[in-house]
């Protein structure tokens, strides 16, 4: 396998999360995956705001550490999954095949996650003050390609990606202040750093996204959320759905610590 290392972002509480993907794994015949289990929420120590949840800051270190091994340990390809990844049969020729593709795109991230509001061609990011921005792009799906590039693209959810060990120190470089979700602040570097990002199609989905199972990190939610859930597909429920990244907005502009 053309992959250095597999790693999965895992809270130990989620056992039922860890025994679903174990199956996935021994299915596809993966023995040899990093399960990353440290900075559990209720340790993280923090000074001020510092805009994010704990639970998202977990995450968000979980992350970074993968990161680090790979730079530290001079991998050229790594594979990061979060626990809620559902893989699919036949996973391992469709990772070396997407490798491949990867590799002579030259790209620097891969994403291989997705969810049902992104597809090759349109999706949404939202900007500094997190209005949702539209594409629409001229990328045609090819028959027996599952790598896309496209100037535009930026992250496509972190629960299954791949970085290459060209944009390693770049990224990193990048991750020392903890201000912002892990997704958010790819998005921040990749435009920053002008990153090279590719796709995966077909793409793999999240038990959390696609309703399968309850998101550990959003546990709350304000009031207008929960009206928008109610009206979706409106115009009232796309303007509470402003209401509620708007304030997340505000919060990332704190400048709290985490220690």
């Given at each position: 396998m053309l992959i250095d290392k597999i790693f999965i972002t895992h809270h130990p509480a989620l056992t039922k999360r860890k025994?679903?993907?174990?199956?996935?794994?021994?299915?596809?015949?993966?023995?040899n995956a990093e399960w990353v289990e440290m900075f559990p929420p209720e340790e993280i120590k923090t000074t001020g705001k510092i805009g994010i949840s704990k639970k998202e800051a977990s995450l968000y270190l979980?992350?970074?550490y993968c990161l680090e091994q790979q730079l530290k340990n001079g991998w050229e390809n790594i594979l990061i999954l979060e626990d809620?990844?559902?893989?699919?049969?036949n996973f391992i020729p469709y990772l070396e095949k997407c490798l491949d593709e990867f590799s002579e795109l030259r790209g620097d991230m891969l994403f291989l996650g997705t969810n049902k509001e992104f597809s090759l061609k349109k999706f949404y990011y939202r900007n500094e003050k997190f209005e949702r921005i539209e594409y629409n792009v001229a990328v045609e799906k090819k028959g027996g390609q599952n790598v896309y590039y496209h100037p535009t693209y930026m992250s496509r959810c972190t629960h299954a990606y791949i970085v290459s060990n060209q944009a390693i120190e770049k990224i990193l470089k990048n991750l020392e202040t903890i201000n912002k979700t892990i997704d958010n602040k790819f998005d921040e570097i990749i435009k920053k750093?002008?990153?090279?990002?590719?796709?995966?199609?077909p793409g793999i989905y999240q038990?959390?996204?696609?309703?399968?199972?309850?998101?550990?990190l959003k546990n709350y939610k304000p009031w207008y959320l929960k009206?928008?859930?109610?009206?979706?597909?409106?115009f009232f429920y796309n303007l509470l759905k402003d209401?509620?990244?708007y304030n997340r907005a505000k919060k990332f502009k704190c400048k709290g610590k985490i220690s």
């Open positions: 025994q679903n993907l174990l199956l996935d794994l021994q299915r596809e015949g993966i023995a979980k992350h970074r809620d990844a559902m893989l699919p049969e750093e002008v990153l090279k990002v590719c796709w995966a199609e038990t959390t996204i696609d309703g399968l199972e309850k998101s550990s009206t928008a859930l109610l009206f979706k597909k409106t209401i509620y990244h």
